[in-house]
């Protein structure tokens, strides 16, 4: 049965979020606009850091649950980009706060995700050796995940996903041509 103070807690963090930076949300405007009493607060959550830590570890797991195939490199990088589009000011007061890093771990681990998935699919009935699969999936995990940082620094702009699209479609056959040159010189 789900907690409704605790979802209550969640869902105004995340629209104070929307309105200005982590660094001017203190508990009390959150309890103050939630309408519960610090205690309450307290109670579910350690600190603000552990609040944003379960909000971005339950989108993470949401996300991949959303998604159990990949099938393109533009699926992946897309999906990836999914949960900050959503709240993209949110996200962009986290990415400009000293718990960067929380974010940060929630995109590697969906990156990680997407492209596991991606290489599951185009790795299916190919001989490729497990270093060369290893090293095609750190490429792309560490490509996604770049993408999305890069474009986040940049500000968030509109327009990534018709990037994504282009470059996609600029890059089509490299997977192919690495899996050829896989299975001609094997590990």
């Known amino acids: 049965m789900p907690n409704f103070t605790k ?4 869902a105004t963090f995340i629209k104070l979020l ?5 660094s001017q949300i203190t508990v009390k ?3 103050e606009e939630c309408g519960v009493n610090r205690n309450s607060f307290y109670y579910h959550f350690q600190d603000i850091p552990a609040l944003i830590e379960e909000i971005v570890t339950e989108a993470a797991d949401q996300i991949i649950a959303k998604y159990p195939t990949i099938d393109s490199l533009e699926t992946s990088l897309n999906v990836a980009l999914e949960f900050a589009m ?4 949110a996200i962009l007061h986290i990415y400009h706060s000293v718990n960067r890093d929380i974010f940060e771990q929630y995109l590697w681990k969906v990156c990680e995700y997407v492209v596991s998935a991606y290489a599951d699919s ?9 270093r060369d699969r290893k090293l095609i999936a750190r490429f792309y995990k560490e490509e996604c995940f770049g993408m999305v940082m890069g474009w986040m620094s940049g500000g968030m702009k509109d327009g990534i996903q018709d990037e994504i699209s282009r470059l996609c479609e600029l890059r089509r056959g490299m997977v192919d041509e ?3 040159r896989s299975l001609r010189s094997p590990e």
Do not use: T
């Open 122 to 130: 185009i790795f299916a009935d190919k001989p490729v050796g497990e």
């Open 7 to 10: 979802m209550a807690i969640k």
């Open 29 to 31: 405007d959150i309890v």
């Open 18 to 22: 929307n309105e200005k930076p982590l």
């Open 86 to 89: 959503k709240d993209r000011r």
């Open 178 to 180: 690495m899996i050829r």
